[in-house]
Each structure stands twice: as C-alpha cells, then as structure tokens.
C-alpha cells in the first residue's frame, strides 16, 4: 500500500513539476522555473488531448514526482497502440525510496488498460542510473532514438 495518490495534474501543478523538471544538470539548463508563461498552453494543450495523461504523485499534500503518458494509435505491429513515457521526475528528496517504481508501474498499468501493446521511452544517454533503473523494472535497451531539435 503506498502513502502518496497519482492523479491528472492540474493547471495549479505546473510549479511543481517545472520545479522538478529543472532539478537536475539537464533540466537546469533547458527549464524555466522562474518563467512559468510557456508552460500554460502546454499544460491546456496537453489536458485536451485524449491521448495524454500528465500525472503527479502527492504525498501529504506535497507534490513527489511526475510523468508524462501518451498513448499512440498506429498501423505497426497489426494495428497496434503503445504507450510513450516521458519526464519522469521524483522530488530530489524522495528518491530511492521506491516511489519511481510504483510510478512506473502505474504507467504500465494504465498503459494495459488502454490496450497498450508496447510501453517505450527515451532517456538521456548520459543518465546512467536511470538506465539501470529501468532494466531493474524490465524494460530494455532495444532501440537506438535521435532527436533533430527544430
């Protein structure tokens, strides 16, 4: 039994999860923290697509961690939906505790449930325990991704 809820986030969490999204070497240079204006119409973008469930996890109140779930119609694998998990972030204070997995497999629980054949993401080649984070919990390095910034 877990001592934290995940729900859709809301408009009022986006402080919260740009906070957490910046709290590392990567994110510090590509977040915004002090400016929240960008992130509105991407949250409302985000709200009103069907296809996307942006989640918090909340203990006590407090906002612990977030990821970012699309499920993807496609023409692949027989006609296929697969789900696509992205900014997965803990608050630096609640790592290691094992809220990361349980967030993971809420993933992939809702992932099933949407009929989801396939769970993927990326993460950044340089973030090695996370790598290892995620073959502790089945996923594997089958892949190659890139990325053209625009």
Do not use: N
Request: charged share 30%; aromatic share 6%; hydrophobic share 40%.
């Amino acid at each position: 039994m877990s001592d934290f809820e995940i729900r859709r986030a809301t408009a009022d969490d986006i402080p919260a999860i740009v906070a957490m999204l910046a709290d590392d070497p990567l994110g510090a240079r590509r977040e915004s923290p002090d400016d929240l204006a960008p992130y509105q119409p991407a949250f409302e973008r985000i709200d009103r697509d069907p296809g996307q469930r942006l989640v918090v996890a909340v203990r006590d109140g407090r906002t612990v961690g977030t990821l970012h779930l699309t499920v993807i119609p496609g023409l692949s694998r027989r006609g296929a939906t697969r789900s696509l998990i992205e900014a997965v972030r803990i608050h630096s204070d609640e790592r290691g505790g094992g809220l990361g997995t349980q967030l993971i497999q809420w993933a992939v629980d809702e992932s099933r449930r949407a009929g989801c054949v396939l769970v993927q993401l990326t993460s950044d080649a340089t973030r090695t325990d996370a790598h290892r984070f995620y073959e502790r919990l089945g996923f594997e390095a089958s892949h190659v991704g890139f990325k053209l910034a625009l």
